[in-house]
């Protein structure tokens, strides 16, 4: 791991600790509709109470341009409340640190939690301003980043606040992912194979690029896949395409031969004519997808040549599921693939966003090393890209 100070390197036993969360949830109708990022961050919270800390949490949801009801961090409190059976109290004020929530802040007890506003209900946040960042700064002595979605934000709550605050740290979600993650791109066990699906290429040009000089066999499905279906010559129909960036795949498909890494493309492919829940589909060969038919999935025969592909697998990334899993009729592929690793005795690794969405939904969550809470910096780090909200925590 990145050798940045941990919480546990620090006392905070009657102090003010600011924590960034990801408490970015899905909300409907003012309700959470999945708490996987509350229950992520619940061991951190849980550590800095026992150990005296007076904690103050903060965090972003949505993007809200100012102050907006929608997108109050209440119902936040309300369940983090429940989960630890004590109450978070919601400073609740749209500037998000005024005077009373400092004095409320320098009031907390040992071992008592607070919950702030949304950040981005200042407009400052997004542009990582001094003036915000030192009002977050005034109600803390440590600062505590377990907010891996965030990371690749140089916002004032992820990195901003850092140069105000005299003691600063990553906290458990945070290490977890760059120990999983950091290891398996700098130091993997053998064989090392990343999978990609999802539905643009164009999101992971560097992903690839960089994943290319690093692993054993690069899987490829998705709405991607078609883009290196044309870049073969083949007929893609109304399949998603992305016609300017058929140079960059055909060169991909080059570097694959000379890196000597073995490319997997699905050699057949499910199809319809709309993009539909119950839409007719047929399976076809990948080099002969009809004019007015769309690939929505991968075929039998791709999902059987990609799990053989995974057998001997050591450590395995994935980001990006291979059809519609929303659709039943077009989740097959995905679901192959989350029963393949589900059975592998590898370290398996889930990159966020819609990759783990499908690997929670269809019942195989538990059943992976480790499922990163960040879709965006985990493509950013797997790019190779160093995330500003690492990078300004103190080193050790």
């Avoid at 409190?77 to 109450?87: N, T």
């Avoid at 498909?253 to 319809?272: C, F, Q």
């Avoid at 599921?321 to 690794?349: D, Q, R, Y």
Wanted: hydrophobic fraction near 40%; glycine fraction near 10%.
């Amino acid at each position: 791991m990145l050798n940045k100070k941990s919480i546990k390197d620090i006392n905070v036993k009657g102090k003010r600790v600011l924590v960034r969360c990801d408490f970015n949830v899905p909300l409907q109708d003012g309700k959470i509709t999945d708490e996987n990022r509350i229950v992520a961050a619940l061991p951190i919270i849980k550590k800095l109470i026992a150990d005296g800390g007076k904690v103050i949490l903060c965090s972003h949801l949505g993007k809200p341009k100012a102050p907006d009801a929608k997108f109050s961090l209440a119902p936040v409190a309300e369940r983090l409340s429940k989960h630890l059976g004590q109450e978070v109290k919601f400073f609740d004020c749209d500037c998000v640190v005024c005077d009373d929530c400092v004095t409320k802040a320098n009031e907390l007890k040992e071992g008592e939690v607070a919950l702030l506003q949304n950040t981005r209900f200042r407009s400052e946040e997004g542009k990582n301003e001094d003036k915000f960042s030192k009002e977050l700064a005034s109600i803390a002595d440590i600062y505590v980043n377990d907010a891996f979605g965030s990371a690749h934000r140089a916002h004032c709550s992820t990195v901003g606040v850092t140069k105000f605050v005299p003691e600063t740290a990553v906290g458990f979600l945070m290490e977890k992912e760059l120990k999983y993650l950091g290891n398996a791109v700098e130091n993997p066990v053998r064989p090392f194979v990343a999978i990609l699906g999802g539905a643009k290429v164009s999101d992971k040009i560097p992903v690839i690029n960089n994943l290319l000089s690093k692993v054993d066999k690069l899987i490829i499905g998705g709405g991607m896949a078609y883009t290196f279906f044309a870049a073969q010559g083949y007929g893609v129909g109304t399949s998603l395409l992305e016609a300017d960036k058929i140079e960059f795949a055909k060169e991909m498909i080059k570097k694959a031969k000379e890196k000597g890494v073995e490319l997997l493309l699905p050699i057949d492919t499910v199809v319809s004519k709309e993009f539909a829940r119950e839409a007719e589909y047929k399976t076809v060969s990948s080099d002969s997808i009809p004019d007015d038919w769309m690939g929505l999935d991968i075929g039998e025969k791709t999902r059987e040549l990609f799990t053989n592909a995974l057998k001997d697998a050591k450590t395995v990334i994935w980001n990006g599921p291979m059809g519609v899993f929303e659709f039943p009729n077009f989740a097959k592929g995905t679901l192959a693939l989350a029963v393949a690793l589900s059975e592998l005795n590898a370290t398996t690794i889930i990159g966020g966003g819609d990759s783990a969405a499908a690997v929670n939904q269809l019942g195989y969550g538990d059943k992976m090393s480790h499922i990163s809470t960040g879709g965006g910096a985990s493509l950013e780090f797997l790019e190779g890209k160093e995330l500003p909200g690492v990078v300004a925590v103190q080193d050790k």
